[in-house]
């Protein structure tokens, strides 16, 4: 079985420019999410679907970030304009619709550095 | 709101030796408890969860984890660590109640020495 995938491994910009990032997820989860892990910290919730229906943003910073899951399927996530502080791993996880026990599977995640 | 606490950064071990990752937590419901290890530019893996019934959870690679509902704590444990343990671990938690959004610890590096 194929694990979530991610891309780009490695983005590097500078502040201000905008940059993307894409996942798919493992086939048949319906459920995806979007998480910032900062360098020393666990990771943090971004943004969670439920198909192509977003079910919790509200740690997303809404001014600059924005996601979407157009088809149920792949995912966005992007930044514009991009700051100093967000600099991170953003790790996609993916699992099966809602179930208060399930798992989440993590991708390999895209290191972004912001300089 | 849910939390999550790992008191130690980091933790050495001796290979051979038992390990003990600490984890507590705070939920307003029935807590949904899980472990996740991260190895270097890899995603975090799975390795066990705490749903209900037996408080000892056994998972993957040999670890398991003992879930203390007074002490609100799930540490995770192995009897004999090995040197490829060495890695970070996160604890992590969700009120059973709620969607699924999980709150992860700050992580513990697991150091493992031969």
């Known amino acids: 079985e194929a694990g979530v995938a991610q891309s780009p491994r490695y983005k590097i910009i500078e502040k201000r420019q905008s940059v993307a990032f894409w996942c798919n997820p493992i086939?048949?989860?319906?459920?995806l999410y979007w998480y910032q892990q900062i360098l020393g910290q666990g990771p943090k919730l971004l943004i969670q679907?439920?198909?192509?229906?977003?079910?919790?943003d509200s740690q997303l910073p809404k001014d600059r970030f924005s996601a979407e899951r157009l088809k149920g399927v792949d995912s966005t996530l992007k930044i514009q304009p991009a700051k100093l502080e967000d600099s991170a791993v953003y790790l996609c996880a993916s699992s099966l619709p809602l179930l208060a026990a399930g798992n989440q599977f993590f991708g390999p995640g895209t290191r972004l550095t912001v300089l | 709101a849910q939390s999550v606490a790992q008191p130690e950064d980091q933790v050495n071990v001796a290979e051979g030796n038992p390990l003990t990752v600490k984890c507590t937590y705070s939920?307003?419901?029935?807590?949904?408890l899980f472990w996740y290890v991260q190895y270097p530019n890899r995603g975090l893996q799975f390795l066990l969860k705490?749903?209900?019934?037996?408080?000892l959870v056994k998972g993957s690679y040999g670890f398991e984890a003992e879930f203390n509902k007074s002490q609100t704590s799930f540490h995770l444990k192995k009897p004999s660590a090995l040197v490829s343990d060495s890695a970070l671990y996160f604890c992590?938690?969700?009120?059973?109640?709620?969607?699924?959004?999980?709150?992860f610890g700050g992580g513990t590096r697991l150091m493992v020495k031969p």
């Open positions: 086939s048949g989860h319906a459920t």
């Open positions: 992590a938690v969700r009120d059973g109640g709620a969607g699924n959004m999980l709150t």
């Open positions: 679907f439920q198909n192509n229906g977003v079910v919790d």
């Open positions: 705490y749903i209900t019934g037996d408080n």
């Open positions: 939920v307003s419901g029935n807590p949904y």
